[in-house]
């Protein structure tokens, strides 16, 4: 599932908390629940292993909730609200979620779970933190220690979430946003990396299914650059492996595709082929291609920027019951 593009990217809009800076998350503690809901770990890893049996995309669906929640207006998830009008309009109807942000079920699931083990205590932002880091372990990725404390907000910010940028951005235009949330240039090459398992909707790859067309365009129409032609009569919601060599494991094999020019997301490839990539991204895509350990270090770290981007602490915001 496609999590970062048309997602992992968006500039706050004016009104929202502001973003990541050095204190950002000030508020969090990896042992914040140490004593209020000791078992809560376990308790998101249980239910998550149980769900990925179902369903090998979980793990990716999850990831991408935490990218969309914590780009439009902070960490507060705001993301998973339903429409409660005229006080809330979803966020999960915007382009960038409609028909694709999936997962919301096994959030609840967990939510459930821990509501009856520590009852108000665990907030909905810090299932989808943990949920994420927990799916990355299970496919094979880094571990990190996940700070927590993060407080539900009770708002959504449609003007942010519209703000989602598309699969086929520019390179500059995807290091202007990742920036005005106060990610760098590694902090985007290696999130893009969760892209190495996961699928996307044809629609939103290299493989021209554009939007309103009802199909693919046949192998014989499809340019010679395309390394992913289409079935005739292939439907654009059709799935496509986000990375076509190991689909659902958690490696750093996404970065070798890239060098291969084998991305399906267009605003994957571009952080090799725009032209300001050479004196970019291009040297950090390599770097990780050559060394998963690099690769796996810089995302933990990543992550935990990403999750420290104006959390709700303190007595802002609510524990949800219901997520």
């Given at each position: 599932s496609l ?11 004016p ?14 503690s ?17 239910v ?15 990831i ?7 780009f439009?207006?902070g ?8 429409n409660d ?26 939510k ?10 665990v ?15 299970l ?5 990190w220690?996940v ?5 539900d907000?009770t ?10 940028p598309?699969?086929?951005d ?8 990742f ?12 999130l893009?990396?969760a ?5 996307a ?5 290299q ?12 192998d014989a ?13 292939q439907?654009?919601?059709?799935l ?8 659902d ?5 996404y ?16 952080m ?21 350990k ?30």
């Open positions: 999590f970062l593009t048309a997602a992992l990217v968006l500039a706050l809009s009104g929202a908390h502001g973003h990541a800076g050095a204190d950002a998350g000030a508020g969090l990896s042992s914040f629940y140490d004593d209020s809901c000791p078992g809560a770990g376990d308790i998101v890893r249980r998550i292993q149980k769900a990925r049996v179902a369903d090998a995309r979980i793990p990716a669906s999850l991408r909730l935490h990218f969309h929640d914590c439009v207006q960490c507060d998830g705001s993301l998973l609200l339903d009008l005229p006080a809330i309009m979803t966020e999960k109807e915007v382009p960038a979620n409609d028909r694709s942000a999936r997962g919301f079920k096994v959030v609840d699931d967990i459930r779970a821990l509501e009856n083990a520590c009852p108000g205590i907030s909905c932002a810090d299932i989808l933190a943990l949920a994420s880091e927990i799916s990355v372990e496919a094979g990725g880094p571990r220690s700070l927590l404390g993060r407080r907000g708002t959504t910010n449609i003007e942010s979430a519209n703000n989602l598309s699969p086929f520019s390179l500059e235009m995807l290091q202007e946003k920036k005005n949330l106060g990610l760098d240039d590694t902090d985007l090459v290696a893009q990396g892209h190495t398992f996961g699928r909707q044809c629609q939103f790859t493989r021209n299914c554009s939007a309103g067309q009802d199909t693919c365009l046949t129409r499809v340019p010679t650059f395309n390394p992913f032609p289409c079935s005739a009569g439907d654009e919601e059709t496509v492996n986000l990375d076509t060599v190991t689909p494991v958690f490696d750093n094999k970065y070798g595709n890239l060098l291969r020019g084998r991305a399906p997301l267009p605003s994957d490839q571009v090799l082929s725009d032209p300001v990539a050479a004196a970019t991204t291009a040297r950090i895509v390599r770097r990780f291609s050559e060394s998963q690099d690769f796996f270090k810089n995302f933990a770290a990543s992550m935990i920027k990403m999750g420290n981007i104006s959390p709700l602490t303190g007595r802002a915001g609510e524990i949800r019951n219901n997520c």
